[in-house]
Nanobody, 118 residues
């Protein structure tokens, strides 16, 4: 199992910002598309954003476009999710994902809680 370590979650008021970080071992990070997913109790985990291995391509779910930005620092083996103008409906456990295409394998972090109060 590849350890992905997330950080940056917390409690914030609506309209506020948070930045999530996900650190991965270099050997995995350098070969992985990185993504963020979120999950609330009783619901399936849903896709939030992703970034390709070289950072040249990003994708977002419609509900976070123009508010969230995914990025990666390949020198630090870390992916980020900058979340602005947060809304109560963004409240969820956020999970980092590393997808290694050549092995078609996915690795997950332990999750970091984001709570947005109204």
């Amino acid at each position: 199992q590849v350890p992905l370590v997330e950080s940056g979650g917390g409690l914030v008021q609506a309209g506020g910002s948070l930045r999530l970080s996900c650190a991965a071992p270099g050997r995995t990070f350098s070969r992985a598309d990185m993504g963020w997913y979120r999950q609330t109790p009783g619901k399936e985990r849903e896709f939030v954003a992703s970034i390709s291995v070289n950072g040249g391509s990003t994708d977002y779910t419609d509900s976070v476009k123009d508010r969230f930005t995914i990025s990666r620092d390949n020198a630090k083996n870390t992916a980020y999710l900058q979340m602005n103008n947060l809304k109560p409906e963004d409240t969820a456990m956020y999970y980092c994902n590393a997808h290694v295409r050549i092995f078609n394998r996915d690795y997950w972090g332990q999750g970091t809680q984001v709570t947005v109060s109204s």
